[in-house]
């Protein structure tokens, strides 16, 4: 029973990144007493089982950009931001309010990707106001101004913390690059150039790790179906979650969770670590 672990369990962050359909979502929903704060809009996906476990559902939807009339950049158009400040300011406000809410066990953000581009362009919706008649509104933030919004996650992620409530933040994944010397023939000479290495990295925060206990990357795999004497009998694609920071136990570093949820996580601790509060 759920609900029993919670009662003898300490409220944990946990970070979940992988490509979509990988179960994400799911678990973040096997959590105890979850409030979603929905920006992705595809929770239709979910089992009716999990579903049925929210306690309660808020949903945001992106405003709709406004070209400004004629100006563009390269292939940028330029535009003002509506919306957005006032999406946040919504968001900030209901989430106070559930983080006091006595049937609220866990705050589930979906996903971080999404609601990091919520505050950025809530930011820049204030910059553009805050403009004086006469001048150029701004387009976009310069990487010098992200730290006002980036204080912002934080402190949503510390309030949560504080109000004693498990935390579980869906994202999006996306190409890793590096910047490497490469030779480059129309120069004649070696240059800097941002290439992709392969993997994919979690869409979003690029502080996110250091604020969660947990995080994890989601992936689907073959999984060979066997029999009781060993032989295979089949396949099927299966989720996994394998941990890539283990803040609560070094020996959850590289597992790698067969339909990872609430309870495995929090039955490994309790394995490993009995009496200390999990």
Not at 21 to 26: A, D, E, L, M, P
Not at 113 to 125: A, D, H, P
Not at 199 to 224: F, H, P, Y
């Amino acid at each position: 029973n759920t609900g029993d672990i919670w009662t003898m369990s300490q409220p944990f962050s946990l970070g979940i990144s992988g490509p979509t359909g990988s179960i994400k979502s799911s678990i973040a929903l096997s959590f105890p007493d979850p409030i979603v704060f929905d920006f992705d809009l595809r929770l239709h996906g979910v089992s009716q089982e999990l579903r049925d476990r929210i306690v309660r559902h808020h949903e945001y939807q992106a405003p709709i950009h406004i070209p400004l009339s004629g100006e563009t950049r390269g292939n940028q158009v330029n535009i003002v931001m509506q919306g957005w400040r006032e999406m946040y300011d919504s968001f900030v406000q209901t989430l106070l309010r559930e983080l006091h809410a006595t049937d609220c066990g866990t705050i589930m953000i979906d996903t971080g990707t999404q609601m990091r581009e919520m505050v950025n362009n809530g930011y820049l919706q204030e910059l553009q106001e805050a403009t004086q008649p006469g001048r150029e509104i701004r387009h976009q933030l310069q990487q010098i101004e992200y730290g006002a919004p980036n204080k912002r996650i934080q402190s949503i992620y510390q309030a949560v913390k504080a109000a004693n409530k498990f935390l579980v933040v869906t994202h999006y994944e996306e190409d890793e690059y590096v910047t490497k010397e490469v030779f480059d023939p129309r120069e004649g000479k070696m240059v800097r150039e941002s290439v992709q290495t392969g993997r994919k990295v979690l869409k979003g925060w690029n502080n996110t790790a250091n604020q969660m206990d947990i995080m994890m990357e989601t992936s689907l795999e073959m999984l060979e179906e066997k029999n009781e004497m060993g032989h295979v009998i089949g396949h099927r694609i299966a989720p996994f979650g394998t941990v890539t920071k283990a803040g609560l136990d070094l020996t959850m570093l590289g597992m790698k969770f067969l339909d990872p949820s609430y309870d495995s996580i929090v039955g490994y601790l309790r394995m490993v670590r009995p009496g200390s509060g999990w």
